[in-house]
């Protein structure tokens, strides 16, 4: 029994499940074969495309904001600020 396909339900889920594909497609394909090229320029492509529609659907109303990624503190700077406490 393998994965059942299912309808997407948003356009967050459709954006995920198409760059996890293509995300695949870079990593199980060498930098050298012509399935490598196509992934990464269609991954870009795919970035750019479904962001600017999430972002257009929440601007309308019509889903939430897509979630900002938290940025992470640098290992390094994380200890400085530890020592200095």
Do not use: I, W
């Not at 396909?5 to 198409?18: G, I, L, S, Y």
């Not at 050298?32 to 750019?48: C, D, G, I, K, T």
């Amino acid at each position: 029994m393998g994965l059942q396909p299912r309808p997407k339900r948003t356009t967050a889920e459709f954006q995920r499940d198409v760059l996890l594909m293509l995300s695949n497609a870079l990593l199980y394909n060498s930098s050298s074969h012509s399935v490598y090229s196509m992934a990464r320029e269609m991954h870009e492509e795919a970035q750019l495309a479904l962001g600017m529609l999430l972002a257009a659907q929440a601007h309308a109303g019509l889903c939430s904001a897509p979630p900002r990624r938290k940025r992470r503190l640098e290992p390094h700077a994380h200890a400085h600020k530890q020592r200095h406490t």
